[in-house]
């Protein structure tokens, strides 16, 4: 949605060593967002944003209007991404992942890509869009490469709502990092339940920090995890305010 950053970059130059041309997107999508303020508010660069792009090579920018995107008179389609779309982001951004299903189906109807890279940052994303490809019946025209996470020398997970931190608000987002790191070094010595309330203990001794949610889940489904033996790898998803600034972040417990 543009406001690019290195981590933007980074799928770029991922997508440059495996492909004979890299497409890029911008779009600031209406139908993701349930608030207009955050809408609103969404860092828009476009100068800034051909720079970089130029500077790893992207070979094609699409920055289409809404109107191409969403025509006049034309139905928008609903998907069924069944616990995926009410789990998390879904509980607490009502209708965001009908809206990523709505704005990606298009992007990918106009451009049939051969792979779609996606930022692991945004992991439930990642599964709604595996799943809508399914739904597409695109699953053997469009392969999901889902890259890392890229962060900050503090561990802080790239976002373009990161310029919106203040300066104390980049050195509080840290934590997000830090306490998911602590876990792995913990999860032995505790429950699942004991190591969540942990968790959100740690993130509110910050004064700037409002957590939404620390779960561990299964990766593949997001059901929440509750016993470590049953699990051959579990996932750590992360809500949080920083000030009035709204993060996520995800990686593994252990796999």
């Given amino acids: 949605m543009g406001a690019l950053h290195a981590g933007h970059l980074s799928l770029i130059k ?21 608030d207009a303020a955050d809408l609103a508010a969404y860092p828009r660069t476009l100068a800034d944003d051909i720079a970089l792009l130029e500077s790893v090579g992207c070979d094609l920018l699409f920055v289409p209007g809404v109107e191409e995107i969403y025509p006049p008179g034309e139905k928008v389609h609903t998907y069924n991404f069944g616990r995926l779309e009410t789990l998390f982001e879904g509980e607490f951004r009502p209708g965001h992942f009908q809206g990523v ?6 992007l990918l109807q106009i451009v049939a890509p051969d792979r779609l890279y996606l930022g692991q940052k945004d992991y439930q994303q990642c599964m709604v869009i595996s799943d809508l490809i399914q739904q597409m019946g695109w699953a053997n025209k469009t392969a ?30 840290a934590n997000l990092y830090r306490v998911l790191l602590a876990c792995r070094e913990r999860y032995t010595q505790m429950s699942a339940t004991e190591l969540e ?7 509110r001794k910050h004064p700037l920090i409002s957590p939404e949610y620390f779960r561990f889940v299964d990766p593949q489904s997001l059901e929440a995890v509750t ?29």
């Fill in 101 to 106: 299903g709505q704005v990606v189906s298009r």
């Fill in 144 to 173: 999901v490469v889902i890259c890392p996470t890229d962060r900050e020398a503090s561990g802080l997970a790239r976002s373009s709502r990161n310029q919106r931190l203040s300066p104390e608000g980049w050195e509080a987002a």
């Fill in 227 to 255: 016993d470590w033996n049953k699990q051959a790898a579990v996932w750590v998803l992360i809500a949080a305010w920083v000030a009035d600034v709204r993060l996520i972040d995800n990686d593994y417990l252990f796999t």
């Fill in 14 to 34: 991922r997508a440059k060593t495996e492909n004979d041309k890299v497409i890029c997107s911008i779009f600031v999508n209406p139908t993701q967002f349930n």
């Fill in 197 to 203: 309330a942990w968790a959100l203990a740690e993130l």
